[in-house]
């Protein structure tokens, strides 16, 4: 005879059904925390490149920074599984993080900086760590979905070189991204290497913010008579002439790498060129020592370029998401 409650077997759920349950209600948490990570996050920004070694971290880096040192509230990710710098460049590379309710907190670094890399979970940073692509890309995910930023202004999203899959996952996987900024280097071949990370913007339907020019021209500085001729010896062996001024100041920028590479490559390809970082070795160390050039030079040329960039990016993102109409 029935009753209301029904017989044991009509209540309880077999194996498999309370494992489908299981999963649904796991996504159905995913896809809730998602909302509310878009909600907090005002903008998210991928930084990507053709290919490793342009300084992608360091542009990366250097953004958050320049945001943060505006009295912004940044977070940064750092995706980079395989040798992730991240942390070292902020100088932050013993930071622990702080978990609790399964929610992983951010270390902190300079302004208030929110940083989270996926060094902080390897134990060896010598060791280097091969994971399978699915158990990776699972990996990703799941430290999308559990990191406690709170409210951030902007979110920037550091990736490895190369291959695309990690670009792909984060963009499945956190609602709302802006868009991406393209890091490259002024020679020739940047033209090649920017359209095939324009074009994979397109395809996972992103926009393009710019493309940013690094390792541009090294400026030298130096003294002399004042209002003399000056004349140095360029890359490719031609003499560069310039004039110091009246207290003897002269400087004179020589293109390491050519420069305007990427300015051609923002025209050719129909994005915003959003401005060149100068090629400065107190970039290299202070990748080395951990502290940023922004941070060891607040008012140098370096972090100056950096905030034009930063402010050329903002204009992007006002403009896509904001209720302005851009005539362009
Ligand atoms: N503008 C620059 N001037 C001088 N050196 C730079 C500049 N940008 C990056 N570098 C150096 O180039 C190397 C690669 O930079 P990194 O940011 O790690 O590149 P990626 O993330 O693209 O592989 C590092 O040693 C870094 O210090
Ligand atoms: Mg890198």
Redesign the pocket.
Known sequence: MADSQGTPEETSASPEQKAQMEQAYAQMRRKMRMTQLDEEIKHKVMVL?GK???????VSVGLALSLARQGKKVGLMDIDITGP?VPKMLGIEDAELHVEDGQIFPAIGPHGLKVISMAFLIEDPDKPVIWRGPIKLGAIQQFIGDVAWGELDALIIDFP?GTSDEPLTVSQSLPGIDGVVIVTTPQDVALLDSRKSINFAKTISLPCLGVVE??SGYTLHGKAEPNSQISVMGPTGTAIESTSDENGDWSVTLDVFKSGGGEAAAVELEVPFLGA?????G??RG?DDGVHRIIAEPDGATAAAFDTVVENVLVELEGSSGPTVRIS
């Open positions: 490149s490793g070694g342009v300084g992608k971290s360091t710098n070189p690094n390792m970082l100068p090629f400065d070795p970039i290299v990748g």
